[in-house]
């Protein structure tokens, strides 16, 4: 849907986030925010025409309006949204056919994981895993039948910072190679992966975008017409789109969005700074860090960091683990991220329980390992919060 004469596109962010695609010329009552538009069908003037509308599956003012905001919060072309982020993967992945070979990077969300083995075993796809730090391997593992790389940055939830450019770069110099990137973690507030080469760019709109907690939905963004067309027919007829209301509160939660990365930014910083000081934390896991391997690849290609990080609890296995998620007053323990809560969980027994224990000691997620996604509330509260776990865990 055009904004034209409305907003110029070169506009900041925040500006965007509240006024792309969302003009209040579009509607009859000068609405200023996005009606929800409940039809499941649309009246017809013809046999050849219609208003733009045909049937719900196809198309939806709503749901139309944020995928044209979305589109110009990442500068890019088009945005298809998904009745989840695993619909949205499961959607990109669809473009795969038997034969095909995919380079998955090893260490990302358990659930992608899983997805992707999936259309392995059942399509007959040929998968191999690689290791983003080691991007010399990486390049030697490609075939003549690669056709698509996946990847995440930072990734979940060890927060490895991945080297976009390169990896674009090199998956590149094999024409027809598709270049998939989660930038869930970071948002298009905080990092803009077309403008590093990546071809699709995936979210969970569940976590920071939509930002509250209360719609579980996913989006593809990419420039390229061909494939779009590919992903539209896909979400057209495989028919996992998100409900008007949902892509209402989406629109309404993406308004609040670069104030609220700031503000997990802040929090998240101070919150890691305080863990790498306690006693009973082993390591801290946060690329804000300048010591943390990915420092200055993350400066170069991102202009700042969520809220998220993990740390591993001193001399903990299991039990202690559990205690301290138990032991949490304020803090969540709860799968999912990005909300205005500040929300905790074990990898181990939540987010990649689908691998087995010697998997997920191959990537680096120990037992004693907890994924933190802070929130919006006083930081001082949730270090507070921490501590008073950290203490009961070994009580």
């Known amino acids: ?45 013809s046999a050849d025409y219609s208003t733009g509308f045909q049937y719900g599956r196809w198309g939806n003012p709503t749901r139309n309006n944020l995928e044209g905001c979305l589109a110009a919060l990442d500068k890019g072309k088009h945005a298809l949204v998904f009745a989840t982020g695993c619909a949205a993967t499961w959607s990109a992945l669809t473009i795969l056919k038997s034969g ?17 083995d999936m259309v392995a075993q059942e399509k007959g796809v040929d998968l191999e895993f690689f290791d983003v730090n080691n991007l010399s391997s990486f390049e030697k593992m490609f075939k003549p039948t690669t056709k698509m790389v996946w990847i995440e940055s930072p990734t979940n939830p060890l927060c490895k910072v991945v080297d976009v450019r390169k990896v674009a770069a090199i998956s ?27 071809d699709i760019v ?64 802040k929090n998240g910083i101070e919150v890691a700074q305080y863990l790498k000081k306690h006693s009973l934390v082993e390591e801290v896991l946060h690329p804000g860090f300048p010591d ?72 680096g997620i120990t037992d004693n390992l907890i994924r933190l996604s802070v929130g919006i509330e006083e930081a001082e509260d949730i270090t507070k919060d921490i501590d008073q776990a950290l203490k009961a865990a070994f009580v």
């Open 1 to 45: 849907m055009s904004n034209e004469g409305y907003l110029p596109l070169e506009s900041g962010f925040a500006t965007l986030a509240i006024h792309a695609h969302q003009s209040p010329d579009q509607w009859n009552s000068g609405a200023v925010i996005t009606p929800i538009v409940t039809a499941s069908t649309y009246k017809l003037q």
């Open 100 to 116: 095909d070979h995919i380079l998955c990077a090893a260490d990302i969300y358990g659930g992608t994981h899983h997805l992707v």
């Open 172 to 198: 590149h110099k094999q024409p027809g190679v598709l270049v998939v990137m989660d930038n869930t973690f970071l948002t298009s507030y905080f990092s803009k992966p077309l403008a590093l080469g990546i």
């Open 202 to 265: 995936m979210y969970s709109m569940t976590k920071y975008m939509n930002g509250h907690s209360d719609v579980i939905m996913g989006a593809l963004v990419l420039n390229d017409d061909d494939v779009h067309a590919r992903l539209r027919d896909i979400q057209q007829h495989g028919g996992a789109v998100p409900g008007p209301f949902d892509c209402y509160l989406a629109l309404r939660g993406l308004k609040t969005l670069a104030l609220r990365m700031k503000q997990h930014m």
């Open 292 to 363: 943390h391997p990915g420092h200055e690849v993350l400066k170069k290609q991102c202009s700042g960091y969520c809220g998220m990080l993990a740390f591993k609890i001193k001399g903990a296995g299991m039990q202690e683990v559990s205690k301290f998620l138990k032991a949490l007053k304020m803090i969540v323990y709860a799968g999912s991220l990005g909300g205005c809560d500040s929300l905790a969980e074990s990898p181990a027994l939540l987010s990649h329980k689908y691998l087995s224990k010697e998997e997920r000691l191959e990537i």
